[in-house]
């Protein structure tokens, strides 16, 4: 179904493509003055247009957001666009094995001077330039940095008489008391997000397991791995998770009161305020602790989105440039303020207190970094990975076929690919 689905995107929107192409498209190829961002955000387009009539002011070159709300058809797109003569101007992607495969194809502009620059103006730190690199080079500037956190609600909290918990024992002891309370106290999903809790257990647990099964020198039958699935089912089984189908927003199921916590990356507290609720009133945020308390770091998953410029874009220089202003204070103040999140410049100061403390402790020496489970592995290992955790949380006994399912998919991607 989702083959089916992916397929049906790809004619479509190659279908928009030449339409667009029939019709002029963005055909001006220099000395623009007006760029477009293409992104799978489109919930963020208000925080874009902001940045657009920013950078008109600040470089005499605006944006304009076109954003899509649906992953697959965004993919699709971006594809579509690299056989077409209609071709975005800048457009937002993944880092891992899914931005190694644009790169590869040639088809992402170098940005290595960037780089150069904006690190030696300490505009970008060091450790973020790996998720970059390929052969030796950049491509893409980084949209975005996150960490992934629990989100609570502090009413529900106090009801309970729990507090953000400082071990894994903390957690589910604080799990314990909310059940009783009636409150389901994690958020999970069968969706998009299916193999969020897989990630926190397994980095958790055993951090060099997980980033193996990134390059295949792991397999998802490993034992440790099989050791994580039936944690996780143990969580299910206790009624600790939410109704993996249910459809209502995460941020409204923390907002009712329905759901006590939700594992998201930071960039989710824009999604709770838009629903109206007030950080550090309504709701707080902390680290989730190791499952295994004999792992002396704290393992804390992040992410970081890249902000891309095709080789043959309309105007590259126009886009480079749009692109190097981006890491510049100015703009990245106003990008992650507007949006309440945390920003990649480290000269950015972030108001909210909870935040600065996320993005502090991040940078600290008992805290060790693990890329994201989606950036992770490659494109269809992710694909084979994402319907086996969402068919797994709706039905649990099942977690050794899905891992079975799994491996062989990652077996078939590394025959062809190599280790």
């Known amino acids: 179904m989702r083959r089916t689905r992916l397929l049906t995107a790809v004619v479509v929107t190659a279908a928009l493509a030449l339409s667009a192409c029939g019709s002029g498209g963005d055909s001006k190829t220099e000395g623009k003055t007006q760029l477009k961002l293409y992104n799978d955000k489109g919930a963020w387009s208000p925080y874009f247009k902001e940045i657009g009539t920013l950078s008109q002011q600040q470089i005499g070159l605006g944006m304009e957001p076109v954003g899509y709300t649906d992953a697959n058809t965004y993919d699709a797109f ?3 666009s690299f056989r077409t003569n209609v071709k975005p101007d800048l457009f937002t992607w993944h880092t891992g094995a899914q931005l190694e495969e644009i790169v590869k194809a040639g088809q992402v502009a170098d940005t ?3 780089w150069t620059d904006a690190i030696g103006k300490g505009y970008l730190p060091e450790s973020l330039k790996q998720y970059y690199t390929f052969d030796g080079k950049q491509y893409c500037v980084p949209l975005n940095v996150a960490y992934w956190v629990m989100f609570y609600n502090k009413k529900v ?3 309970a008489g729990v507090q953000p918990p400082k071990t894994w024992a903390d ?3 604080a799990a314990a008391k909310l059940k009783a309370k009636g409150v389901t106290p994690f958020y999970g999903t069968s969706q998009l997000f299916s193999f969020v809790w897989f990630q926190q257990l397994l980095i958790g647990q055993d951090p060099q397991l997980y980033n193996d099964l990134g390059t295949g020198k792991a397999k998802f039958t490993d034992p440790g791995v099989v050791k994580v699935m039936e944690q996780w089912k143990s969580l299910i089984d206790s009624g600790y998770m939410s109704d ?8 409204e199921l923390l907002k009712s009161g329905k759901v006590a916590m939700a594992p998201f990356g930071t960039w989710f507290n824009t999604s709770m305020t838009q629903v109206g609720l007030k950080p550090g009133t309504d709701y707080g945020m902390f680290t989730i602790p190791n499952l295994n308390p004999a792992n002396t770091k704290n393992t804390l998953l992040f992410e970081s989105g890249p902000l891309c410029v095709l080789d043959k874009a309309p105007d590259k220089a126009a886009s480079l440039k749009f692109a190097q202003w981006w890491l510049e204070p100015a703009a990245q103040e106003k990008w992650a303020t507007s949006r309440g999140d945390v920003s990649a410049n480290p000269k950015v ?4 207190p909870a935040l600065n403390a996320i993005n502090q402790s991040a940078g600290g020496s008992d805290v060790a970094l693990a890329s ?8 269809p290992v992710l694909t084979a990975a994402l319907d086996a955790f969402g068919a797994f949380t709706v039905k ?6 899905q891992l079975a399912t799994l491996q062989k998919a990652a077996d078939d991607y590394w025959a062809k690919a190599g280790k």
């Open 396 to 401: 649990p006994a099942d977690y050794q076929k």
């Open 157 to 159: 909290f106090d009801d």
């Open 244 to 251: 993996p189908g249910d459809k209502t927003e995460p941020q």
């Open 78 to 80: 971006i594809k579509a």
């Open 171 to 173: 957690m589910m002891d």
């Open 372 to 379: 994201r489970f989606f950036e992770l592995v490659p494109a």
């Open 112 to 114: 290595s001077s960037l």
């Open 349 to 352: 100061t972030i108001p909210d």
